[in-house]
């Protein structure tokens, strides 16, 4: 399903570039890496996209420790 209009899917754009710039420096090994949103993303605060990509790059392995 879409996102919502170009000011929400701008927003979440900008909150997902930023959690990425915050835990880039963190991984050890190349890695490309691709975000897929879902409606829900949408709505989601800074705090909770960032808990959420912190676990899946965990979880993928590309960190040792988690960073939040």
């Known amino acids: 399903g879409k996102i919502g209009n170009a ?4 927003k979440l754009r900008r909150r997902l570039r930023e959690v990425w ?7 050890d090994q190349p890695a490309d890496v ?3 949103a879902h409606p ?3 709505t989601a605060t800074y705090a909770q996209l960032a808990a959420l990509i ?6 993928a392995g590309l960190i040792n420790r ?3």
Do not use: M, S, T
């Not at 710039?21 to 991984?27: A, C, H, P, S, W």
């Open 34 to 36: 691709a975000f897929v």
């Open 21 to 27: 710039r915050r835990l880039v420096d963190k991984i």
């Open 40 to 42: 829900p993303a949408a």
């Open 7 to 10: 000011v929400r899917r701008n």
């Open 66 to 68: 988690h960073p939040i």
């Open 54 to 59: 912190g676990d899946q790059v965990y979880e």
